[in-house]
């Protein structure tokens, strides 16, 4: 999400601020306008502006002071009329355009900065900043030969700049030319070896399947900044996926020692815990997540499912609406409502939600989420939806399978075939070995059906 933009202009209040007598009433206002800017009064200070500018419509000045006193209080639309009028008045400033192109940039309008840093570089052909933003607009519009060329123009500006590579190199790696963005994180850490290009470099690593590289970048990045909390959570999630369960949770807990705040390390070992079957545990650091950040979806999601471990089929439900709220577009969260009502006794009720929610659900409608929705509410059988599940990525197919077998688990216990239910959670159990709530779940599903 883009914040504000800074703004890059010098306000021209510093015109009238010292001034002690006024050619006329306009000059008065504008002096008015720009004393209230300094002390944060923005809303006045428009005010006066626009009545300065009642006054003298062609006041280049007094357009530009509203346009940067609307762009703090967030106008973005009355701030960018204003810079036009400006533009109008003085086609060949090069900030004007800038400022507009981040107010565009700011609204989503990616076609119009795009053409404002375009004209800035046009008229000033070393603002570094013009090229760097008109590349993330390009970016956004996955024009990637476009914004390759402009981070390749800040590298030529810039040679001996780490960060001039390492924006390339997110480029490459947005594209997935892995190797290219490799070769220029190298390049900057060549420059600077700083422990966030090491980081960045390990993820570009891992992406490619290169484990033990990515492995020994982040020990480096620890090495160099061993108080980031996030370099330790990095770590942690590379050792989930080699299986080094309790190397991952040792990371995660340093990084809540590093940073007792830090809701990415509750939610993270969380899930580690849920995943080892410590259901009481997990629930205290996911209680944390939430209490850190409310609006955590992917906290309460994992806390429902570990309340649904625990057979809390009523508080995970609420954890499941929770999720529905505050990511309705999540198909797994409507999943988990079914998983939980169908468990409190409310299967009717649960097939005809989930069966709505599909019914007006936007994308592919032949995905992998759409399979699991229609065999939740009956359109699938069950040996196609476990069919459906094969896929020639072997990394895809074990989740697909864990989560074919749950769900094919879940709707065996509705159908009281207990006896069915438990093979297909051994089989979901067995189809990975990453900590995926449905796992987590199938295994402690396991426990109670065999418990005497």
Request: hydrophobic share 40%.
């Amino acid at each position: 999400m883009r914040h504000t933009p800074a703004i890059f202009l010098s306000f021209a209040l510093s015109l009238f601020v010292t001034t002690t007598a006024f050619a006329n009433d306009a000059d008065k206002l504008m002096a008015d306008g720009s004393a209230k800017f300094a002390h944060g009064d923005f809303t006045n200070a428009i005010a006066d502006f626009s009545e300065a500018i009642k006054l003298e419509p062609k006041n280049a000045n007094a357009h530009l002071d509203r346009a940067i006193a609307r762009q703090n209080i967030g106008d973005i639309k009355g701030a960018i009329a204003d810079y036009s009028t400006v533009i109008e008045f003085k086609p060949k400033n090069a900030d004007v355009y800038f400022n507009r192109g981040q107010l565009h940039a700011h609204a989503g309008e990616h076609n119009e900065a795009i053409a404002d840093f375009s004209r800035v570089i046009e008229l000033s052909p070393k603002m570094l900043d013009a090229y760097r933003n008109r590349a993330l607009e390009e970016t956004q519009q996955h024009d990637w030969t476009g914004a390759l060329a402009d981070e390749t123009k800040l590298i030529q500006l810039q040679p001996h700049e780490a960060a001039a590579f390492y924006g390339r190199a997110a480029v490459y790696e947005l594209q997935g030319a892995m190797d290219d963005a490799i070769a220029d994180y190298t390049r900057a850490i060549n420059l600077q070896p700083t422990a966030m290009t090491y980081q960045l470099r390990a993820n570009a690593k891992q992406i490619k399947g290169d484990f033990d590289g990515a492995l020994a970048d982040l020990d480096e990045a620890i090495k160099k900044e061993p108080i980031n909390p996030a370099a330790f959570v990095a770590r942690g999630h590379l050792k989930e996926t080699r299986n080094d369960w309790k190397g991952a949770i040792a990371d995660f807990k340093t990084a809540i020692d590093l940073k007792p705040d830090y809701a990415p390390a509750y939610g993270d070992l969380g899930l580690m815990l849920h995943a080892v079957g410590d259901l009481q545990a997990a629930l205290n650091c996911l209680n944390k997540a939430i209490q850190i950040n409310p609006r955590n979806t992917l906290a309460y999601a994992r806390r429902g499912c570990v309340y649904y471990s625990g057979h809390a089929f009523t508080n995970a439900l609420t954890d499941f609406r929770i999720v529905a709220q505050l990511q309705p577009n999540w198909d797994f969260g409507h999943f988990y409502i079914w998983m939980a009502r169908t468990r409190l006794g409310e299967g009717k009720a649960a097939q005809l939600e989930l069966n709505t929610y599909f019914k007006y659900r936007k994308g592919d409608t032949n995905d992998w989420n759409s399979k699991i929705g229609g065999f939740l509410v009956g359109r699938i059988s069950e040996s196609d939806f476990l069919q459906a599940a094969k896929n020639p990525d072997s990394k895809t197919q074990s989740w697909q399978m864990c989560s074919a077998n749950f769900f094919a688990g879940c709707k065996r216990l509705y159908t009281k075939d207990q006896m069915l239910a438990l093979t297909y959670f051994k089989k979901a159990s067995a189809a990975t070995t990453e900590p995926d709530p449905e796992r987590a779940m199938s295994m402690t599903e396991i426990k109670f059906l065999e418990a005497p």
